[in-house]
């Protein structure tokens, strides 16, 4: 059974960390590459975070130098470093796992979890 566990989440300061992880189980996690999105009240579902099976990284614009994107294949985790925080980074923040080519595409996502930034 493919599960993706998203914990770490919850309320912060504005300037504030948290740390963001997701546990993988049931595929092979070092195949995948592994995504963070958000999605805020109101507003479409935003890929903040990638990380390739080859540990390339790439951001969105808003969080380059905030957030860190990385990956343990021993533990099967992904995690979301997440720096200066600022209100506009609340939201529910999902894990993806991502697996395709020309022929097939496999994709797997977690539950989410409540990040807010507030005073």
């Known amino acids: 059974q493919v599960q993706l566990v998203e914990s770490g989440g919850g309320l912060v300061q504005p300037g504030g960390s948290l740390r963001l992880s997701c546990a993988a189980s049931?595929?092979?996690?070092?195949?995948?590459?592994m995504r963070w999105y958000r999605q805020a009240p109101g507003q479409e579902r935003e890929l903040v975070a990638a990380i390739t099976s080859a540990g390339n990284t790439n951001y969105v614009d808003s969080v380059k130098g905030r957030f860190t994107i990385s990956r343990d294949n021993a533990k099967n985790t992904v995690y979301l470093q997440m720096n200066s925080l600022k209100p506009e980074d609340t939201a529910v923040y999902y894990c993806?796992?991502?697996?395709?080519?020309?022929?097939?595409?496999?994709?797997?996502w977690g539950q989410g979890t409540q990040v807010n930034v507030s005073s």
């Open positions: 993806n796992a991502l697996r395709a080519s020309q022929i097939y595409e496999y994709e797997h």
């Open positions: 049931g595929f092979t996690f070092s195949r995948y590459a």
